[in-house]
C-alpha cells in the first residue's frame, strides 16, 4: 500500500550502461521520515502521480526508506578535478539516483536522493546530509528555475528524524533532486583516466542520444558534443553573470554536459558589486570568484576535451588543433552571451560597439561606489529616456520625472561620481534606441529582478528551520517564485542586508 501513494513512470536508461559505470546501492533507510515540503507543480510536470492525504507514505518513499516500483537505485561514478586537483575517483557518495522519467514535454529526467545514505562511493563518509543545505538547495534551485536560468530542481525535503554530525550534530534530511542528467565532465575524466576509450564512447554516445539528438547525424558528433556542451556552459555562465550569482565550486564533477546549474553548495548571490567576490569558507584563493567563472567554464571545457581527444581524431595532433578550436570558440560565445545579457538589461535592443564599455563603466562605478548589485539595476528600470540632450541635463531630467527616479539609482551608490558620468553615457545611448520608454522599462523589468535569494535570508530561513520553524522557508519560496515582480507583501526580501546582517562566508555542507 505505501508504494501506491507516489508513482513513477520509470525508464531507467543509465542503469542500462555497462555496470563499471555505476554502483547498484539501496538507500538506507532512516529513523523517522516527516515530509518537509513537496513540489507538487514539478510532480505534475514530471507526471507522478501523488497521494497528498498521507505525507507519512510519501515521506517513507521520499527519504528512502521504500523503493519504488521500477526504481534501479545506483551510485554514479565519476572523477574530478577539485580546485585544480584532480581525484581519479569520486562518485555519488551520498547520492543515490532512484531512476527516470519522461516528462509531460518528452524529456527524461533523473530522479535523485541526496543523502539517502553511504555509497560505494563515499570515501569514509556517512552518506548523509543536513537539514541546513538540504533546505538551501532547495531554495536555490528553485530561485534559479524562477530566474530563467537552467538548473536543477527540488522535488521534496524530507526530515530523518537522525542526526549528522558535522562540526556539530546537525538535524539530518534528504533533499529529492530532480535534473536532466546528472552525467558531469567528471564522469568523462573516470574513464579518460582509467584509458577506457570504449567507456569513453559508449558515455559520449549516450550523451549525445540523451541530450544533443540532432548531433548523431553530423559528419563529426564528438566534435560537436564538445561544442555544444561549450555553448551550454557559456550560455549558462553569462545568465549567472548577469544576476550576479557565484556558484562558488565550478570544479570538474560540478559541471553537467546538460548544461544545468548543479550543486547548490557554497553558492551566494551579490549584495554590493566587487568583481572579486568569494563566499566559499573552501576558497581561499578566490579560484571561483564572481569574474572568473567565465575562464574556469573554459578551463573546466578544456578539460573535457582531453577526454574527448581519442573520439575527435586517431592523430592527435589533429585533434587537439579541432578541440582548440572549439574552446576559442567557448571564449567567442560566451562574450557574445554576456553582452547579450547584460544589453537586456539595460534596454539596449539595438546592437552597437560601444556597447560593452558602457556594461563595463557601470560596473566599475558599481566596484567604485560599492552599490548592490540586485537593487543597481532595478533602480534603472524607473529612469525614463531623457528627452535632453547628453549631459548633465539628462541625470537632472531623469530625477526630475518619474518620482526622482535618478536620485534613488545614485543613492545606491557611496560614491556618485563615477555613477552620475556613466549615467549621462546611459542616457545619451537611449537616444539612439527605438519604442516608447515605458516599453523599454518593462523589458528592463523582465531582465532585472526585484528578488534574488538573499544571502542573509536564506540564512535566515536555514536558522529557523533548525529550530522546527519552517515558516519563513515557505514564505521565502513564495518570495521567489516571481522575482521580476515588485510585491509588497515581499518587499523586504528586496532589501540589502544592513552591516551586521552580511554574510561572509557559506559552506559546502558535506
Given at each position: 500500500m505505501v508504494k501506491e501513494c507516489l508513482l513513477f513512470q520509470f525508464d531507467n536508461s543509465y542503469a542500462r550502461l555497462p555496470d563499471r559505470f555505476y554502483a547498484s546501492v539501496y538507500p538506507e533507510p532512516v529513523e523517522g521520515p516527516v515530509l518537509l515540503k513537496f513540489n507538487e507543480a514539478l510532480a505534475r510536470e514530471l507526471g507522478i502521480e501523488a497521494e497528498l492525504s498521507d505525507p507519512g507514505r510519501l515521506a517513507a518513499i521520499l527519504a528512502g526508506n521504500v523503493v519504488p516500483q521500477g526504481a534501479t537505485p545506483l551510485a554514479m561514478a565519476y572523477a574530478g578535478h577539485q580546485f585544480g586537483s584532480f581525484v581519479p575517483q569520486l562518485g555519488d557518495g551520498r547520492a543515490i539516483l532512484i531512476g527516470e522519467v519522461v516528462d509531460k514535454n518528452g524529456t527524461r529526467r533523473d530522479i535523485q536522493l541526496k543523502g539517502a545514505g553511504p555509497t560505494p562511493f563515499s570515501r569514509r563518509g556517512d552518506g548523509r546530509a543536513a537539514l541546513g543545505p538540504v533546505l538551501r538547495e532547495y531554495?536555490?534551485?528553485?530561485?534559479?528555475?524562477?530566474?530563467?536560468?537552467r538548473a536543477t530542481r527540488a522535488l521534496a525535503a524530507v526530515a530523518t528524524g537522525e542526526q549528522v554530525f558535522r562540526e556539530t550534530p546537525q538535524p539530518g534530511a534528504v533533499f529529492v533532486r530532480v535534473a536532466a542528467s546528472h552525467v558531469r565532465i567528471g564522469t568523462f575524466q573516470y574513464f579518460a583516466a582509467r584509458q577506457d576509450v570504449d567507456g569513453l564512447r559508449t558515455l559520449a554516445d549516450y550523451v549525445i542520444e540523451r541530450h544533443y539528438r540532432q548531433l548523431r547525424e553530423t559528419e563529426k558528433p564528438y566534435v560537436e558534443l564538445?561544442?555544444?556542451?561549450?555553448?551550454?556552459?557559456?550560455?549558462?555562465?553569462?545568465?549567472?553573470?548577469g544576476v550576479g550569482f557565484i556558484h562558488g565550486v565550478m570544479n570538474t564533477d560540478n559541471m553537467t554536459l546538460s548544461g544545468e546549474t548543479i550543486d547548490f553548495g557554497p553558492c551566494a548571490f551579490l549584495d554590493e558589486y566587487d568583481q572579486m567576490k568569494v563566499f566559499s569558507s573552501i576558497d581561499q584563493g578566490g579560484r571561483y570568484a564572481y569574474r572568473n567563472q567565465p575562464g574556469i567554464g573554459q578551463w573546466n571545457i578544456a578539460r573535457l576535451a582531453e577526454c574527448l581527444l581519442p573520439l575527435i581524431d586517431e592523430d592527435q595532433d589533429k585533434a587537439v588543433l579541432t578541440a582548440n578550436h572549439v574552446l576559442s570558440a567557448f571564449g567567442e560565445r560566451f562574450q557574445k552571451q554576456w553582452?547579450?545579457?547584460?544589453r537586456r538589461k539595460l534596454g539596449l535592443g539595438l546592437e552597437e560597439e560601444g556597447d560593452g564599455d558602457l556594461v563595463q563603466g557601470l560596473l566599475a562605478a558599481m566596484q567604485e561606489g560599492e552599490a548592490d548589485f540586485t537593487l543597481t539595476f532595478r533602480r534603472l528600470c524607473d529612469l525614463p529616456a531623457a528627452e535632453a540632450s547628453p549631459s548633465q541635463k539628462a541625470v537632472e531630467g531623469a530625477a526630475a520625472q518619474n518620482g526622482h527616479a535618478g536620485d534613488t539609482f545614485l543613492s545606491s551608490f557611496k560614491q556618485v561620481e563615477k555613477a552620475k558620468e556613466w549615467l549621462v553615457a546611459w542616457q545619451a545611448r537611449l537616444e539612439r534606441e527605438r519604442g516608447a520608454p515605458e516599453d523599454r522599462a518593462k523589458l528592463m523589468r523582465a531582465t532585472n529582478p526585484a528578488i534574488i535569494p538573499r544571502n542573509h535570508k536564506v540564512e535566515e530561513a536555514l536558522a529557523a528551520a533548525n529550530y522546527g520553524d519552517l515558516s519563513f522557508f515557505e514564505r521565502l519560496l513564495q518570495a521567489l517564485e516571481r522575482p521580476y515582480e515588485d510585491r509588497p507583501d515581499f518587499a523586504d526580501f528586496a532589501v540589502p542586508p544592513k552591516p551586521e546582517e552580511r554574510v561572509l562566508q557559506t559552506f559546502c555542507g558535506t
Open positions: 531554495i536555490l534551485s528553485e530561485a534559479m528555475h524562477a530566474l530563467g536560468i564538445l561544442r555544444a556542451v561549450a555553448f551550454a556552459q557559456a550560455d549558462l555562465i553569462a545568465q549567472w553573470m553582452l547579450a545579457v547584460f
